[in-house]
């Protein structure tokens, strides 16, 4: 299961695409055409929340991508040699000189600044103590005043 960690991991490496045209696009069969519709776009931010990756795009949108028990990526040299079959593809990107694949994830959503901004798994989460930001003083805050819930 890949942890917050790995997750971070992945978007420091993932920083090769950024600001790149992105020349190759390949989503879930569920996105329809969509996917060619993000060539020629750029990722322009790339953030993590918890084990949550968001990949901000040059058209306002979001790929949002969670690993959940058995996903993976692998990025490097656009044409690599793939480290897993070609059907466990979830998610394909790829500029001039670089590629990433993410291999199983069952989580990969398309989503505008509206459905960010109201994503009910991402509004949920808290703090992220991975981030520079992290605020210790709010987090023990948002503890007491949950005193009450169960911490999971």
């Known amino acids: 299961m890949a ?3 790995a997750v971070m991991r992945w978007a420091r490496a993932l920083t090769v695409l950024l600001n790149q045209p992105l020349e190759e696009v390949q989503l879930p069969k569920r996105w329809g055409t969509r996917a060619q519709q993000l060539v020629g776009e750029h990722i322009t931010a790339i953030a993590t929340h918890g084990k949550h ?19 993976s990526w692998q990025i490097g040299a656009r044409g690599m040699a793939l480290r897993k079959e070609a059907r466990y593809v979830r998610l394909r990107l790829a500029t001039a000189t670089h590629a990433a694949v993410f291999f199983h994830g069952p989580v990969v959503e398309l989503l505008t600044a509206d459905d960010l901004r109201t994503h009910a798994a991402l509004d949920a989460l808290g703090p992220d103590v ?23």
């Open 130 to 152: 991975l981030r520079p930001t992290f605020d210790r003083t709010e987090a023990a805050q948002r503890i007491r005043a949950a005193a009450g819930r169960t911490i999971r």
């Open 53 to 71: 990756l968001l990949l901000h795009l040059s058209n306002g949108e979001t790929l949002h991508t969670h690993a959940m028990q058995y996903g």
């Open 3 to 5: 942890e917050g960690h």
